[in-house]
């Protein structure tokens, strides 16, 4: 349920959802894990508008039992994720924003799950980058093999400009990213990444596109990476999208 309250340029959406049943989640060896989960998850966002400036942020809160299907284990949850972006638009055709995230990793406490992944089953993916998460048109290619994110969680914190003119829109980020806990390994630097999208609209509501990202890999996936000769991941696709 979501309850949107509208104060002047700001919109608070206060939202809660129930969730009991069974889901599979992949871990980064390939494992299958089955979790039964009766999770409670509240959430905040917030929204504002002020001219050429913008705010938006949300929070989410996971808390409930959850049951490692394969091991037999049951634990308790409480764990969360938060995400901010604030933009400024210069121009009909250049915009800038900053962006920050953070969602929790396992700690030492066995008896309670804090991973923000583990908890909503992976089912929830936070930022805007290409690599790390997954968020390329071609999703589901970042660094899962070199990246537990089920067990380690994320900090991030970047920014991304877009230009656009006519039919031809480009879209460039960064964002440094660590892990946001050492239980895996202790060096949390995932490293600094940069994505570089362009797109031009061939018909109306379709735009062929080419994106890449490159990894500047931090200690942590050098030292996970360990199958690989190449340390510093590299994505980069292109295809023709259609809007309905």
Do not use: H
């Not at 409930?64 to 994720?81: H, I």
């Not at 933009?87 to 250049?94: C, L, N, T, V």
């Not at 700690?107 to 805007?128: H, L, N, R, W, Y």
């Not at 070199?146 to 879209?171: H, N, P, V």
């Amino acid at each position: 349920a979501k309850l949107p309250v509208k104060l002047g340029v700001m919109t608070i959406t206060p939202s809660y959802l129930r969730y009991s049943g069974e889901k599979f989640v992949t871990d980064k060896t390939g494992t299958v894990l089955g979790y039964t989960s009766k999770l409670n998850m509240p959430a905040i966002g917030l929204s504002l508008k002020a001219g050429d400036l913008s705010l938006d942020g949300d929070f989410q809160y996971i808390t409930g039992k959850q049951r490692n299907n394969t091991t037999g284990v049951n634990t308790k949850v409480k764990a969360y994720a938060s995400y901010v972006n604030t933009g400024y638009r210069a121009s009909d055709m250049f915009k800038l924003n900053l962006f920050g995230l953070y969602a929790t990793g396992e700690d030492a406490k066995s008896d309670t799950t804090t991973s923000f992944q583990t908890a909503c089953m992976d089912e929830i993916e936070v930022g805007p980058m290409f690599i790390i998460n997954d968020n390329g048109n071609i999703n589901q290619v970042g660094v899962t093999t070199e990246y537990d994110k089920i067990t380690e969680g994320l900090q991030m914190a970047g920014f991304a400009s877009e230009f656009k003119i006519a039919k031809l829109t480009a879209l460039g980020q960064v964002a440094y990213a660590r892990t946001a806990s050492k239980k895996v390994v202790k060096d949390r630097a995932l490293g600094t990444e940069i994505d570089l999208r362009l797109s031009y609209e061939v018909a109306p509501k379709t735009a062929l596109w080419v994106e890449g990202a490159y990894l500047a890999a931090g200690k942590y996936i050098k030292t996970v990476n360990t199958t690989s000769g190449k340390q510093n991941p590299v994505y980069y696709a292109a295809g023709l999208m259609t809007k309905f």
